[in-house]
């Protein structure tokens, strides 16, 4: 579903929102689960527990609205974590964008520190916030883009075609 750039909405036109999308309020919202509830989505979490890198790479693509991918993000994350240790100082801007993008409010305390402290229970929450506000996050930005359009492809429109050539 394509937004309309309405006041009502604050999403620019022709911008992708899942149909359950609920339009910025004025106040911080709540996440939609805990940064301790981890167990509550056991795929997740043990998704992210072993391979932390693709729970990351795919909050990244849907985050970025597939401007980049979902391979490239996850494997500079192995990267920066098999190098110096501190991948999370890569995935709190990730998680900065992402309150920013839903209007969520900073908690418990600020992005940095969750995924300083905290770094797979920070993605495991992220992972479960795009989860429940519609995205199938394993389909990536455009599986849910072509999800909501019901695999409905837009093809530019052709001349029709010219049978033999003129006479006079």
């Known amino acids: 579903m394509y937004a309309q750039n309405t006041p009502a909405t604050g999403v620019p036109a022709g911008s992708y929102m899942p149909r359950n999308y609920q339009p910025f ?39 970025d609205k597939g401007s980049s991918s979902c391979g490239v993000n996850g494997a500079l994350y192995f990267i920066i974590q098999w190098l110096t240790g501190c991948a999370c100082c890569y995935s709190c801007f990730y998680r900065s964008k992402m309150r920013n993008q839903f209007n969520l409010e900073e908690s418990p305390c600020g992005d940095c520190l969750v995924h300083c402290f ?29 999800r909501e359009n019901k695999g409905v492809t837009m093809v530019a429109p052709t001349a029709p075609a010219v049978e033999g050539s003129m006479k006079r």
């Not at 509550?40 to 909050?59: Q, V």
């Not at 795009?130 to 930005?141: A, C, H, P, T």
């Open 25 to 63: 309020q004025q106040n911080k919202g709540a996440w939609s689960s805990g940064l301790c509830d981890c167990f509550s989505d056991c795929s997740g979490c043990c998704l992210t527990c072993w391979c932390p890198c693709i729970t990351f790479g795919r909050i990244s693509e849907i985050v």
């Open 118 to 146: 905290c770094e797979g229970c920070a993605l495991c929450q992220e992972y479960r916030e795009l989860k429940s506000r519609g995205f199938d996050v394993v389909l990536g930005w455009q599986g849910n883009v072509d």
